[in-house]
């Protein structure tokens, strides 16, 4: 990427967001797009189209996600899986349609087996019954 490439981080506030963040900011890219959950609904289809078709990001980093705990993640099982369906979709199909250069989309953490072996390689994501907590 150019230094003075525009880049939008999507989650810029989480765990992987902040620290792509840090990186970014280290290697001294300083054309960074953020947006809040208040400020950008990204589960909001037109919500997202305007925003691409304002800001016309060349970059894409999609750490975005409705997240939670235990808790959360049982009791709110379809809420959390369309949120984050919703998202992607929308996310991927504007960087499409406003010729995003590059898009990276971080997929859930929580694809591991239930009895990976550890430490866990790549090669063993999806080869198992997945952690129940996490099914949606």
Not at 44 to 56: G, I, L, M, R, Y
Not at 68 to 80: Q, S, V
Not at 83 to 100: F, L
């Amino acid at each position: 990427m150019e230094k003075d490439a525009k880049i939008y981080v999507a989650g810029h506030k989480g765990l992987a967001g902040s620290a792509i963040m840090l990186r970014l900011r280290e290697l001294a890219y300083e054309n960074i797009v953020m947006r809040t959950h208040k400020e950008l609904d990204l589960t909001s289809q037109a919500d997202v189209e305007e925003f691409f078709e304002k800001e016309n990001p060349e970059y894409v980093f999609l750490a975005a996600a409705k997240v939670g705990g235990i808790l959360a993640n049982t009791t709110y099982k379809a809420e959390f899986i369309y949120d984050n369906i919703m998202i992607g979709g929308n996310v991927i199909h504007s960087a499409h349609k406003y010729g995003v250069k590059k898009l990276l989309n971080l997929g859930s953490s929580c694809i591991y087996p239930k009895l990976a072996p550890q430490p866990m390689k790549e090669d063993y994501l999806l080869t198992g019954t997945l952690e129940p907590t996490n099914e949606p």
